[in-house]
């Protein structure tokens, strides 16, 4: 069984959502020929988590890169339109040919099936992060020949959607929360205050930062109480223009301020290691924020949430805004600073639901949820 495992985008987000089930299989069955697939972007994250597991190295195959037309494009656009995503898909179709299963994290993916004529490929889809919002449980999230979930939330979602595949789907849980801990925890900041993440998703149409974000951050750098994270989802500044197509929104990008960098009492990190592997939602106090699925991640240990709602959605009983629940929803910058004149704290009933949330959205037991996908991916192909 040749199975591949693809990294094919710009950054390295989606990697923990994949890889840890790559080394599970290798260790778990000697007749699957395991082979990582990476396109520039994704590179250096893949061969960060394979240096810190321990046993044999598995192959990593660069992929032949994006034309220069496509590169063209992307910079033309701001990096609006991924030209350069499918290009490496077409130009590298010899590799995907030559397989029985492709297990990816994003959807792109399916155009291998639609466009490129490969048929016979199974496509296992590990999705990445466990978040609410509508583009997760779309047409195209219902089109993988087998989907891996993280728990009961995600296969409810796609049931009611329409989009389950009777013998094509898996509960498995949460391969990331594989990735051995960063040892020692390292100190963050010199002194011993609350330690606010502030962590806004790229999506325009969801993203507190294109309305609020600067503000933020100059309300921070005014504080004398709170230490500030500043970790954005990775993908937040690697566009100078940012569309979302459902509802459609563009988003022009404003770089931080830089004099906050030198401020002893935040963090700027707008794409580290270190904001892709739960440093930072393991070691902050408080979660401000909006759509990212990072939250999920962060209430794996109960704590105060805060989330910002500067366009007015009307989240109350909308699944897309379903982990909105874990905390208050502010909408205006006079909201956001009376929510932090005292130190948010964590009531007994936030805590009971957040706990509820979690263990919807996380179906986690004694065996690592990345062994269980690798013997789910065993099974499926076994059956096909």
């Not at 990331?176 to 606010?196: E, G, N």
């Not at 149409?205 to 309305?211: F, G, V």
């Not at 504080?223 to 937040?236: E, G, K, T």
Request: with cysteine.
């Amino acid at each position: 069984m040749r199975i591949g495992f693809l990294f094919n985008h710009s950054g390295g987000h989606q990697v923990a959502h994949a890889l840890p089930v790559a080394l599970a299989l290798r260790r778990l069955s000697n007749r699957a020929d395991i082979r990582i697939l990476v396109s520039a972007g994704s590179e250096a994250e893949v061969t960060r988590l394979v240096d810190r597991e321990a046993g044999p190295r598995p192959d990593i195959v660069r992929l032949r890169p994006a034309s220069r037309l496509a590169g063209t494009a992307r910079r033309a656009t701001g990096g609006a339109v991924p030209a350069d995503t499918l290009s490496v898909l077409r130009r590298n179709l010899d590799h995907f040919r030559d397989l029985d299963a492709l297990v990816v994290p994003e959807k792109t993916s399916l155009l291998l099936k639609t466009h490129f004529g490969l048929d016979n490929l199974k496509l296992v889809h590990t999705r990445h992060g466990a978040g609410d919002r509508a583009i997760g449980f779309d047409k195209a999230s219902g089109k993988f020949d087998l989907v891996l979930m993280s728990g009961a939330k995600i296969r409810d979602r796609l049931a009611d959607a329409g989009l389950l595949r009777e013998d094509g789907h898996a509960i498995v849980g949460y391969p990331k929360f594989d990735l051995p801990p960063r040892s020692p925890r390292p100190r963050l900041f010199v002194k011993d205050r609350p330690t606010v993440l502030y962590n806004p998703h790229p999506s325009p149409a969801l993203s507190s930062w294109y309305r609020m974000g600067p503000q933020i951050l100059n309300w921070f750098a005014n504080s004398d109480r709170y230490n500030l994270i500043f970790a954005p989802h990775v993908m937040l500044f690697q566009k100078r223009v940012t569309a979302s197509l459902s509802p459609f929104a563009l988003g022009w990008n404003r770089l931080p301020d830089p004099a906050h960098y030198d401020r002893d009492h935040m963090l700027i990190d707008t794409g580290s290691p270190a904001s892709l592997d739960m440093t930072y939602t393991d070691a902050a106090d408080i979660y401000l924020g909006d759509a990212s699925s990072q939250v999920y991640e962060f209430l794996r240990r109960p704590r105060p949430c805060v989330f910002l709602n500067p366009r007015g959605h009307a989240w109350r009983g909308n699944q897309d805004f379903a982990h909105w629940q874990a905390g208050p929803v502010v909408e205006t910058l006079e909201d956001f600073a009376a929510a932090f004149e005292e130190v948010p704290m964590l009531e007994p009933a936030d805590r009971r639901r957040q706990r509820n949330q979690f263990a919807y959205s996380f179906d986690l037991d004694a065996r690592p949820s990345s062994e269980r996908a690798a013997t789910a991916i065993l099974d499926f192909m076994g059956r096909a």
